[in-house]
């Protein structure tokens, strides 16, 4: 799987922090964000939540924005 991503972007940081937790490869191919029309053809997916979602569900993963009450919690 290819992130397109700038390499000091925060938000492509929290991509690969949740792929490295899922066990899931990526290939990184650093571009600039703001000029690539490559990289609005390839990538329906812009907002880093929705891309971190997608990586879960593909993984059938553990993580998941909304938390999960505990029981053991009064």
């Known amino acids: 799987m290819r992130l397109f991503c700038a390499p000091t972007s925060p938000f492509a940081r929290k991509v690969r922090v949740i792929a490295h937790e899922l066990g899931l490869a990526l290939e990184l191919v650093q571009t600039d964000p703001w000029t690539s029309a490559e990289l609005r053809v390839l990538n329906p997916l812009v907002e880093a939540t929705l891309i971190c979602e997608f990586l879960n569900h593909r993984a059938s993963g553990f993580w998941s924005r909304t938390p ?7």
């Open 68 to 74: 999960v009450a505990s029981p053991n919690l009064g």
